[in-house]
Each structure stands twice: as structure tokens, then as C-alpha cells.
């Protein structure tokens, strides 16, 4: 399973972005989980995301500027990035899961993409 993000790029204060991600490969089942971004010198932290029940969460810090969304189907999961500010400028990561059985236990195993870099800078 493979995930390509795409989207990133530079843009000036109050702009705006679409991150877009993709699954692809042998896929049977796939949870679209969302976005997480890692800034220089800081942890990956979480943007936004979708829990298994479908509900969304996001960081205090993009609600009302951030909007995520998934296609089930086509197994993508986008975010509209507006107001951007100098402080969003990271690696954005997206996210996923796929279920699998063993012994009788469902376990979750964790997919990453390859990074898209966003700079809001004037």
C-alpha cells in the first residue's frame, strides 16, 4: 500500500492550499485517517483527522481555518487549508490504516506518505 500526498507548495500569508492523498495497491479495507505536520525542530503533531467512527478532530490551532475530507471509494483524503499563516509552514503527512486479523484480534496497521511541504511566507 502506497499513499502520495500532493498539493503542497509556497503561499503567501492569508492564502490558501488543497493537500490531497491517495491509496493505492492491493487494498481490501483502508481507514483514511487524515493529516499530521512536523515543522522544523518540533514533533509531528496532529492537523486533523478522522476517527474510526467517522467523527473529526483537528488542532485548536486550524479549527475554523482547516477542513478535512475523504472519499471512501476512491480511498482519498483532503485538506482545505485556508487563512494560512507563517506559523502552518511544515511537512504535512497523511495517514491511514488498514485492519487486519490475527490470532482472532483486529489490529490496525499504520500508513504514512512521503511529506508535503507547505510554506506561507511573504
Known amino acids: 500500500v502506497q499513499l502520495q500526498a500532493s498539493g503542497g507548495g509556497l503561499v503567501q500569508p492569508g492564502g490558501s492550499l488543497r493537500l490531497s492523498c491517495a491509496a493505492s495497491?492491493?487494498?481490501?479495507?483502508?481507514?483514511?485517517v487524515g493529516w499530521y505536520r512536523q515543522a522544523p525542530g518540533k514533533q509531528r503533531e496532529l492537523v486533523a483527522r478522522f476517527s474510526r467512527d467517522g467523527s473529526t478532530n483537528s488542532a485548536d490551532s486550524v479549527k475554523g481555518r482547516f477542513t478535512i475530507s475523504r472519499d471512501n471509494a476512491m480511498n482519498t483524503v483532503t485538506l482545505q487549508m485556508n487563512s494560512l499563516k507563517p506559523e502552518d509552514t511544515a511537512v504535512y503527512y497523511c495517514?491511514?490504516?488498514?485492519?487486519?486479523?490475527?490470532?482472532?484480534?483486529?489490529?490496525?496497521?499504520?500508513?504514512w506518505g512521503q511529506g508535503t511541504q507547505v510554506t506561507v511566507s511573504s
Open positions: 495517514n491511514a490504516e488498514i485492519p487486519t486479523m490475527r490470532l482472532g484480534n483486529l489490529y490496525w496497521t499504520p500508513y
Open positions: 495497491g492491493r487494498i481490501f479495507k483502508i481507514n483514511m
